[in-house]
């Protein structure tokens, strides 16, 4: 009630001009970014006053004026982080505003502190959401390594795990980050994330999906197989069975990954048994079209190995793909036809 009635009776914009008129009050910016974080956690409609009284330009303010303050930093970035969810308008305005190079340098200053780290990955997954100008604009500050340092600094923090592999997933659509990412050790760091984590499905499912994104060029793919990746896939997909998003993400980097052979010139996935884990899979979420998808792939590229050929025909298996390819005949049909023509 108090917050509707601040944001009602015009307190937003009296909380930025304040902020504005009284720069260096640490006092003041440190409660005015508490305010504004708490304001744009309450609703969508906040996020806009804010983003109309210019609330991102005096938080941006308040971290370049007090960047040696811990509390007005780990507020701001909180305010931000906040503000970049679901709001384009704020998420133009940090970067118009030079803000993700101000985040990195605040990242860099308490690379120590849990808090600040998980907001500021937390910004940086949203800003790169759909959106390719700021996935290139955050590695281009440098924030790659800086996330990635987050996650291994802080490997038993839930918050900062989640929120960094969220931003790392995002960053991994673009060639050139993944380039980045593979050059700071990211893929050892989100695998011993994904173990550390091994029951917190959100984590699961962005560090898979990182994974996917990274096993898209061979570079990734090779790094993620000499890691133990596929075998650190496949163990979360039976942890997490019953939740689409890592089942999705799974089959999806299961598929990319079985266009690969291991050190012994097997088919990495047959060699860590991914068989069962798709079939299984596609059991347990008919109606998903990507779990069908990609699974489909999946299974074609492993059709060709005489053993995982025959697993193919039994009856049962026989069903699940008939059925994907009967209600997904765009994403799955000309894959079961090939899976078929292996018989």
Known sequence: KNADAISKGGGIAAVVHAMVR?????????????????????SETNKELIAEADGVLAI??????????RPIQENAAGALWNLAC??????????????????????????????????ISGVFWNMMWQNEPRRVAIRGVGA????LAAMKRHIRRVGVCEQACGAIWNAALNLENRAAILQADGVMTILVTMKQHELMSGIAEHAIGSLWNLSLEQPGAVAIIASGGVDAIISSMGKHEHVPGVQEEACGALSSLAAYD??????????????APIVAAMKRHPRN????????????????????????TSKNVRAL????AKNFPEQCADN???IKAQW
């Not at 941006?60 to 303050?69: E, I, K, P, S």
């Not at 996935?269 to 068989?275: D, K, Q, T, W």
């Not at 069908?292 to 697993?311: F, I, P, V």
Request: aromatic share 6%.
């Open 289 to 312: 079209a990507s779990i069908q998808e990609h699974a489909c792939l999946a299974l074609m590229r492993l059709s060709s190995s005489a053993e995982t050929s025959q697993l193919l």
């Open 321 to 324: 793909l008939a059925a994907a």
């Open 60 to 69: 941006l303010g308040a971290m370049r004026n007090h960047n040696g303050v």
């Open 86 to 119: 679901r709001s384009e308008s704020n998420k133009t305005a940090i970067y118009n505003c030079g803000g993700l190079e101000v985040l990195v340098h605040a990242m860099a200053k308490y690379s120590n502190v849990a808090g600040i780290c998980e907001h």
């Open 262 to 275: 291991d050190e012994t010139r097997n088919n990495c996935v047959e060699e860590a048994l991914g068989f």
């Open 22 to 42: 009284h720069p260096f009050d640490p006092i003041l910016q440190e409660s005015g970014c508490s305010v504004l974080w708490n304001l744009a956690r309450r």
């Open 336 to 338: 079961v036809k090939y």
């Open 144 to 147: 790659i390594p800086r996330i």
